[in-house]
């Protein structure tokens, strides 16, 4: 909202400071400030609000240490990070930006998916929550939605530089370039570090190429949503995760979005993409701020309200600037997560089978529950799950040299 006025302002009125808007970094740390005022000043009065409405956590009996103190504790705390995210992106992101206005949507569609999984928890007192294929059918939906945005949108395009760039004094010199609209993407240890997923499919390349690609997006959303959601299982994990990624994400948008960046790392220059990083820095700053006040003891939970949009928008995130191959090991704690839980169902159900009674790999899934049942204390556990995530991170970017 306030993008098109200080552009106003400056391209037209000329007033002297109005031009520091055209900054991303500046928009940037604006909307990662904003996101943090508002989960931490208005936090408490939030989970006040919440505490008096009697929205609080029902917790099945898993016989986990401490696990009935977390009864009664205050949850839907995904609307704190909700709000964090789309205000100061509606404050400082230019909204004409397709990028922009999808990822918008996709925190609104899987926020409500989530919050109507929980109020059917707390009001309805029906602990399974809304049925499980109706998560499906709106994550599925999202995925059709933003696949075929992505696939014909005209907007999204990678810009390629036929000629030789050269670099002087940090300014891009180049004859020529061309927009390219193409089902590219990031694919690290081989020439170029890119995949064109018509090649995937030989001579019937150019006709189904559409489909692969939007059956590929919706997926990675479904996937990666039920990833941060199954996390969110202790207090602060998926949270701090989340925040780590997010931050991995940001810089992969300012390097695609910048020319001189770009071309040095030998990575797809995506025009307007830059503008993801304010996105990207409002969802930091919704991430941390919430910390403060989920972090053990956990004074409010996200519930399915936050952790189903965070991990769609990481998802959302990721093929917005064509890095969702590096989803496996940029979010490899979702990713490990979620295996633990299939590898546990799948052993279960083939144990019971073979021997006749069911056996488990795990003492209980997701992986941190196995922990938990080991008694190693709980912010242990999600500090390591953190350093996990950091290393994941740092080996994330460091593909970006590898080819």
Same mark, same amino acid.
Request: aromatic letters at 12%; hydrophobic letters at 50%; proline letters at 3%.
């Given at each position: 909202m306030l993008y098109?006025?200080?552009?106003?302002?400056?391209?037209?009125?000329?007033?002297?400071?109005?031009?520091?808007?055209?900054?991303?970094?500046?928009?940037?740390?604006?909307?990662?400030?904003?996101?943090?005022?508002?989960?931490?000043?208005?936090?408490?009065?939030?989970?006040?609000?919440?505490?008096?409405?009697?929205?609080?956590?029902?917790v099945r009996d898993l016989g986990l240490e401490g696990q009935e103190e977390k009864k009664g504790t205050p949850t839907m705390g995904g609307l704190m990070i909700m709000a964090a995210i789309l205000i100061p992106t509606l404050l400082f992101a230019d909204l004409n930006n397709i990028y922009i206005i999808l990822l918008l949507i996709t925190t609104v569609w899987l926020g409500t998916i989530g919050f109507i999984d929980d109020y059917i928890k707390i009001f309805k007192k029906n602990k399974e929550g809304l049925a499980g294929r109706f998560k499906i059918?709106?994550?599925?939906?999202?995925?059709?939605?933003?696949?075929?945005?992505?696939?014909?949108?005209?907007?999204?395009?990678?810009?390629?530089?036929?000629?030789?760039?050269?670099?002087?004094?940090?300014?891009?010199e180049t004859s020529a370039f061309r927009d390219v609209k193409v089902a590219k993407t990031t694919i690290p240890f081989t020439k170029n570090n890119e995949l064109n997923y018509e090649t995937l499919l030989g001579? /019937?390349?150019?006709?189904?190429?559409?489909? +692969?690609? @939007? &059956?590929?997006?919706? $997926? =990675?959303?479904?996937? %990666?949503?039920?990833?941060?959601?199954?996390?969110?299982?202790?207090?602060?994990?998926?949270?701090?995760?989340?925040?780590?990624?997010?931050?991995?994400?940001?810089?992969?948008?300012?390097?695609?979005?910048?020319?001189?960046?770009?071309?040095?790392?030998?990575? /797809?220059?995506?025009?307007?993409?830059?503008? +993801?990083? @304010? &996105?990207?820095?409002? $969802? =930091?700053?919704?991430? %941390?701020g919430f910390l403060w006040y989920n972090a053990y003891p956990a004074q409010v939970f996200m519930g399915d309200t936050g952790s189903l949009m965070l991990g769609g928008v990481i998802a959302v995130l990721a093929l917005a600037l064509r890095k969702e191959l590096l989803i496996p090991l940029m979010c490899g704690v979702f990713v490990i997560e979620n295996v633990s839980v299939m590898l546990q169902v799948g052993y279960f159900k083939y144990s019971r089978k073979k021997y006749g009674e069911g056996r488990r790999i795990f003492l209980m899934s997701p992986l941190h529950h196995h922990y938990q049942k080991k008694n190693i204390p709980e912010a242990k556990i999600v500090t390591r799950f953190w350093i996990v995530g950091i290393l994941l991170a740092v080996i994330t970017l460091a593909t970006l040299k590898l080819r």
């Open positions: 098109p006025i200080f552009d106003y302002l400056d391209k037209v009125l000329d007033i002297p400071g109005t031009g520091v808007f055209r900054y991303i970094s500046f928009r940037a740390g604006m909307a990662a400030l904003f996101s943090l005022v508002i989960t931490i000043s208005f936090g408490h009065k939030i989970i006040a609000w919440i505490r008096n409405k009697q929205i609080g956590e029902t059918i709106g994550q599925v939906g999202i995925g059709i939605i933003v696949g075929s945005t992505l696939y014909f949108n005209e907007s999204v395009v990678i810009r390629e530089f036929p000629n030789s760039v050269s670099i002087e004094e940090g300014v891009v001579f /019937m390349g150019e006709a189904m190429t559409p489909i +692969l690609y @939007i &059956f590929v997006v919706t $997926f =990675i959303i479904t996937a %990666v949503s039920n990833g941060a959601n199954i996390t969110d299982g202790i207090d602060g994990l998926a949270a701090g995760t989340s925040a780590i990624i997010g931050l991995t994400i940001a810089i992969f948008a300012y390097l695609s979005g910048n020319a001189i960046f770009s071309s040095y790392l030998n990575i /797809m220059y995506i025009p307007n993409s830059g503008e +993801l990083v @304010i &996105f990207a820095s409002a $969802f =930091i700053g919704a991430c %941390v």
